[in-house]
């Protein structure tokens, strides 16, 4: 054998280990990108049960109760207390939306679950009270507010965006 055979031979196994080496860093890159998705998946969902778990709270159910019914009749704490329960809300339906983006849920399945979490605290009329005095510049993204507005059944608007 000639020194141009071995190399020849040598060009051969240098390119098997390419490819399987590329083969390899694919193989992880997937295995890694799942994981990594289903971990959010796991988060977004720990976040809701988080949320709903605070529901528990007899306290807080009154509370809730009496701010749906009207925002206005409630004391100062206790209407914080309940925007609070709203933002925390409309955080936990938002990291469906935040998911949809990684591929993890199919857009139609995202927005259902995110419609259902929003009117299940927002569609009262002490929730409504409070978001037509803060829709216009409301604490929340501007994708969110916009989806909010169309789940309450209020006109598109533009928001600043900074």
């Given at each position: 054998?000639?020194?141009?055979?071995?190399a020849?031979f040598?060009?051969?196994?240098?390119?098997?280990?390419?490819?399987?080496?590329?083969?390899?860093?694919?193989?992880?890159?997937?295995?890694?990108?799942?994981?990594?998705?289903?971990?959010?998946?796991?988060?977004?969902?720990?976040?809701?049960?988080?949320?709903?778990?605070?529901?528990?709270?007899?306290?807080?159910?009154?509370?809730?109760?009496?701010?749906?019914?009207?925002?206005?009749?409630?004391?100062?704490?206790?209407?914080?207390?309940?925007?609070?329960?709203?933002?925390q809300?409309?955080?936990?339906?938002?990291?469906?939306?935040?998911?949809?983006?990684?591929?993890?849920?199919?857009?139609?399945v995202?927005?259902?679950?995110f419609?259902?979490?929003?009117?299940?605290?927002?569609?009262?009329?002490?929730?409504?009270?409070?978001?037509?005095?803060?829709?216009?510049?409301?604490?929340?993204?501007?994708?969110?507010?916009?989806?909010?507005?169309?789940?309450?059944?209020?006109?598109?608007?533009?928001?600043?965006?900074?």
């Amino acid at each position: 054998m000639d020194i141009a055979t071995l190399a020849a031979f040598a060009d051969i196994l240098t390119t098997l280990g390419v490819l399987v080496s590329v083969i390899f860093v694919w193989v992880e890159l997937k295995r890694s990108n799942r994981e990594n998705r289903l971990g959010n998946w796991f988060h977004a969902t720990g976040r809701l049960n988080d949320y709903r778990e605070n529901l528990t709270d007899p306290a807080l159910n009154a509370l809730i109760l009496r701010g749906r019914k009207d925002i206005n009749a409630l004391k100062p704490e206790e209407a914080e207390a309940f925007k609070h329960h709203l933002l925390q809300n409309q955080l936990a339906a938002q990291t469906f939306i935040r998911l949809q983006g990684l591929g993890i849920e199919p857009t139609k399945v995202s927005i259902r679950a995110f419609r259902k979490i929003v009117l299940e605290a927002w569609d009262h009329p002490g929730p409504r009270a409070w978001w037509t005095e803060i829709r216009a510049d409301p604490p929340v993204v501007p994708t969110v507010a916009a989806l909010i507005d169309e789940i309450l059944g209020y006109p598109a608007m533009e928001r600043p965006v900074e």
